[in-house]
């Protein structure tokens, strides 16, 4: 059998009921993203001659692993090819230039403290080097932006983030800060050094990943947002250029110009990094997504 098979007048029909397409009520676009989707099921069913069996394991991996979509997502490629995606449609309508985007992650924490000056990040302790971080916030002119400020998150030296430790360890916004910037753009903060992130063994990315020959691992990174008015919001990290798995990161949030190599001395390591935001061309161009995030 082929996927041809999805194409003959019951199936196509079925597809119509399915998704709602010849009901009276409803979202027109989402009647058509569905019909869309379960298509997609049913061709790769049909393709992989998938049986019942295996069909509603596949079922039960989702059920079992719904606490994890956040962690599936990125391990999948699939936050990665939005931030592709966006690239591109940037690009087609002459949009580019500035400090690349790359995946916010599941782990942001909304209501950190927001600080100013040279910000510390870390309220626990732990046993490891201090980061020192610094640079400019400017717009693609090189002009300091005015009114930024530079959300801030990362793990502790375990690979955990505080809120979603599962070992309790953690307050509440450990390693998590907003920082108000000054008129002169400059941001400055120190931490307790990250290690890399590993999903939680066991778990329903673990196990997909060990079933297709990948690991779950991730370099040792930070994650921010640098939002200010007049500027688009922007999503990024910068993974150490001298981590293991700095070109083999689990998540595809990597990306080049985002792996600075710190500079390690003694007990401290030093990224000078700068950010370079994009101008909005609206109120709404400012924005951050509406994803749906942890508050504590
Ligand atoms: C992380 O810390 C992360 O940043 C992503 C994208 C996925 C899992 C853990
Ligand atoms: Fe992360």
């Keep these: 059998m082929t996927p041809d098979f999805v194409k003959t007048a019951p199936i196509q029909t079925l597809l ?15 009647k058509a993203i569905v019909r869309d989707l379960i298509e997609a099921v049913m061709v ?19 059920q079992q ?15 990665h090819f939005l931030d592709l995606y966006m690239d591109a449609k940037d690009s087609e309508v002459g949009l580019s230039g500035g400090t690349p985007r790359t995946i916010e992650g599941p782990l942001y924490v909304e209501g950190a403290p927001l600080v100013e000056g040279e910000a510390n ?17 400017t717009g693609p002119d090189g002009e300091p932006v005015q009114n930024a400020v530079v959300h801030v998150w990362h793990a502790n030296s375990q690979g955990w983030y505080s809120h979603f430790d599962p070992t309790r360890e953690q307050t509440p916004f450990n390693n998590r800060r907003r920082i108000r910037l000054g008129a002169d753009g400059r941001y400055a ?25 990948r690991h779950g691992n991730r370099p040792a990174h930070v994650h921010f947002f640098v939002e200010a008015p007049g500027y688009r919001t922007l999503t990024t990290q910068i993974n150490f250029g001298d981590d293991p798995f700095a070109a083999d990161d689990f998540a595809f949030g990597t990306r080049e110009g985002l792996l600075p190599v710190p500079d390690r001395r003694d007990k401290s390591a030093f990224i000078a990094f700068d950010f370079q935001l994009q101008r909005a ?11 749906a995030r942890a508050k504590a």
Excluded: C
């Design 16 to 30: 119509d009921r399915a998704s709602g397409m010849n009901a009276e009520g409803g979202d027109d676009r989402l």
């Design 44 to 62: 790769a069913i049909v393709k992989h001659d998938i049986s019942e069996s295996e069909f509603w394991q596949a079922v039960t991996f989702l």
């Design 65 to 79: 692993g719904a606490g994890e979509f956040g962690l599936i997502v990125p391990g999948a490629g699939i936050e």
């Design 121 to 137: 990040l870390s309220d626990d302790a732990d046993d490891t080097d201090t980061l020192h971080m610094s640079g400019f916030v």
């Design 189 to 213: 903060f120190h931490s307790k050094m990250p290690n890399g992130y590993s999903v939680p063994p066991g778990g329903a990315t673990d196990r997909l990943m060990k079933a297709i020959g």
């Design 281 to 291: 061309a609206s109120k709404e161009d400012e924005n951050f997504s509406t994803r």
